[in-house]
């Protein structure tokens, strides 16, 4: 069963801008957590932002603070990641991953291999 997908992914000049929607299954949706990784080749998967199950509380990396934004959408089981400013050095797959449990603990949020559920990736490339 695909919990995750992934959709918006694409090719910006800098200065950009791109969404990324993920549509969650149930399950999934109804996560403590959802968020949104990314991953360059040869690189670990590097957390980007995330958002707890009733909204109210977000968390971002440190390189995309004012200009990312994570938001969702719960009559339609969607998470987004609104990217503004995008960089070259944004050009990643980037992927939707849901964590059963929030947690208080800002490391536990950032690791992936503590997230359950994980998307197939959008690739998002921006040419500089």
């Known amino acids: 069963q695909v919990e995750l997908v992934e959709s918006g992914g694409g090719l910006v000049q800098a200065g950009g801008s791109l969404r990324l929607s993920c549509s969650a299954s149930?399950?999934?949706?109804?996560?403590?957590?959802l968020g949104w990784f990314r991953q360059t080749p040869g690189k670990e998967r590097e957390f980007v932002a995330v958002?707890?199950?009733?909204?109210?509380?977000?968390s971002y990396a440190d390189s995309v603070k004012g200009r990312f934004t994570i938001s969702r959408d719960n009559a339609k089981n969607t998470v987004y990641l609104q990217m503004n400013s995008l960089k070259p050095e944004d050009t990643a797959v980037y992927y939707c991953a849901a964590k059963r449990t929030w947690s208080y603990s800002r490391s536990v949020l950032r690791d992936s291999n503590e997230y359950d559920y994980w998307g197939q990736g959008t690739q998002v490339t921006v040419s500089s």
């Open positions: 149930i399950r999934a949706f109804d996560s403590g957590a």
């Open positions: 958002i707890s199950r009733s909204g109210g509380t977000t």
